[in-house]
């Protein structure tokens, strides 16, 4: 896993000894069989400076199904929203891909910044996966 300048892969804390985002969402994510191979912020902040920051994340999945599914999407938006409230900090743009254990593509999907600024407020959850369920594109193999 890549952690934009991190690549021996130790575990990278916060000036306030926090583990980074990039490790807190690979080590909790382990558990639902999501495995973290690359996390980038798409403006270059780490620890995020302020709301918004955006994430290019990659991920190897641990299943039998060749496509994107709706587990795997929760399972990331869960674990990065509750990162998000742990530290009082709301995520920007998302964008994923969805591998497979030996490194192909099973697919894409992403999450627009807005959509994670309204959730709660004028964007319900169930719209809000709608939306983000909606951007799953699966990789169709010939």
Same mark, same amino acid.
């Given at each position: 896993m890549t952690d934009n300048g991190n690549e021996n892969g130790a575990e990278a804390t916060t000036v306030t000894g926090e583990r980074s985002v990039? @490790?807190?969402?690979?080590?909790?994510?382990?558990?639902?069989?999501? =495995? @973290?191979?690359s996390f980038a912020?798409?403006?270059?902040?780490?620890p995020p400076g302020e709301d918004g920051a955006g994430i290019e994340l990659e991920y190897e999945a641990v299943s039998e199904v060749p496509a994107v599914t709706n587990d795997e999407v929760g399972a990331v938006l869960r674990t990065l929203l509750t990162i998000g409230d742990e530290?009082?900090?709301?995520?920007?743009?998302?964008? @994923?891909?969805?591998?497979?254990?030996?490194? %192909?593509v099973r697919g894409w999907? =992403? @999450?627009?910044?807005e959509w994670f600024d309204r959730l709660g407020d %004028?964007?319900?959850?169930l719209e809000f996966s709608q939306r983000v369920l909606n951007t799953v594109k699966n990789y169709q193999r010939e």
């Open positions: 990039a @490790v807190t969402l690979e080590n909790r994510l382990m558990s639902h069989g999501l =495995y @973290v191979t912020w798409l403006d270059d902040t780490e530290r009082e900090w709301t995520p920007g743009r998302l964008e @994923v891909t969805s591998l497979t254990t030996e490194g %192909d999907w =992403y @999450v627009e910044r %004028d964007l319900s959850q």
